[in-house]
């Protein structure tokens, strides 16, 4: 029980800067828009809105790293990993994380931490145009980013040794269920018989199982 409480503590954890980082988007829309208006409407181009996109897209994506892990949906080619045993997906998963994605986030977290340094002890400037915006604090987001990710890799990590105790893997942190989602459509569908209405769900209840048990948290991807 103390173990899922703190893979779910992390996992919150995770959520919360993914969804905090997502409200960019809306940010970004929002640049975007009122940008296009001034060049194209009222001919008064921004000089610096080309930086400013880039920093608010890759914040968003940076920042996201973390949840992303968290709800197991980074994409992989796993038309062997999904019909390995548990235990197997463990083992194959902890060799993995150990070998390859500790050190390589430990030396993102390393060198991106430097770079941040130095960057805010210079005041630098973005250099693509004249008089271009601070960089600084966006340099500060990938040493942030990494140590999320470190830190739900560390969680993940502890899911392969549970995993390899029990034979099941611990449940995640679920953040949207989209099984409900597909069953108010099939309801409100106009194109679909009951009967079919009924197996479609019923396959969507099955497939979601299988994900929990294999410690996806039944996040299902459409």
Same mark, same amino acid.
């Given at each position: 029980?103390?173990?899922?409480?703190?893979?779910?503590?992390?996992?919150?954890?995770?959520?919360?800067?993914?969804?905090?980082?997502?409200?960019?988007?809306?940010?970004?829309?929002?640049?975007?828009?009122?940008?296009?208006?001034?060049?194209?409407?009222?001919?008064?181009?921004?000089?610096?809105?080309?930086?400013?996109n880039n920093m608010l897209y890759g914040t968003l994506f940076m920042l996201c790293g973390a949840y992303t892990l968290a709800q197991n949906a980074h994409v992989r080619g796993d038309f062997l990993y999904s019909s390995m045993a548990p235990r197997m997906? #463990?083992?194959?998963?902890? &060799?993995?994380?150990?070998?390859?994605? @500790? +050190?390589?986030?430990? =030396? *993102?977290?390393?060198?991106?931490?430097?770079?941040?340094?130095?960057?805010?002890?210079?005041?630098?400037?973005?250099?693509?145009? #004249?008089?271009?915006?601070? &960089?600084?604090?966006?340099?500060?987001? @990938? +040493?942030?980013?990494? =140590? *999320?990710v470190m830190l739900q890799g560390i969680a993940e990590i502890v899911r392969c040794m549970v995993c390899l105790k029990t034979g099941e893997w611990p449940s995640r942190l679920k953040d949207v269920t989209e099984i409900d989602v597909v069953e108010e459509q099939l309801a409100n569908s106009q194109y679909v018989d009951e009967e079919s209405r009924k197996v479609a769900i019923e396959r969507a209840?099955?497939?979601?199982?299988?994900?929990?048990?294999?410690?996806?948290?039944?996040?299902?991807?459409t």
């Amino acid at each position: 029980m103390q173990v899922q409480k703190f893979l779910h503590t992390i996992d919150g954890i995770s959520t919360w800067f993914g969804k905090t980082a997502a409200w960019l988007i809306i940010v970004l829309m929002v640049v975007v828009c009122i940008e296009v208006f001034k060049r194209y409407i009222m001919n008064m181009p921004t000089a610096w809105i080309f930086d400013l996109n880039n920093m608010l897209y890759g914040t968003l994506f940076m920042l996201c790293g973390a949840y992303t892990l968290a709800q197991n949906a980074h994409v992989r080619g796993d038309f062997l990993y999904s019909s390995m045993a548990p235990r197997m997906q #463990a083992g194959l998963d902890l &060799v993995l994380y150990v070998v390859f994605f @500790i +050190p390589g986030i430990a =030396a *993102l977290v390393y060198a991106g931490l430097f770079f941040a340094i130095d960057s805010w002890a210079i005041n630098e400037h973005s250099n693509v145009t #004249a008089n271009g915006p601070p &960089v600084y604090q966006f340099k500060a987001m @990938i +040493p942030l980013a990494g =140590a *999320l990710v470190m830190l739900q890799g560390i969680a993940e990590i502890v899911r392969c040794m549970v995993c390899l105790k029990t034979g099941e893997w611990p449940s995640r942190l679920k953040d949207v269920t989209e099984i409900d989602v597909v069953e108010e459509q099939l309801a409100n569908s106009q194109y679909v018989d009951e009967e079919s209405r009924k197996v479609a769900i019923e396959r969507a209840h099955q497939i979601d199982e299988t994900a929990r048990q294999r410690g996806m948290g039944g996040d299902l991807k459409t």
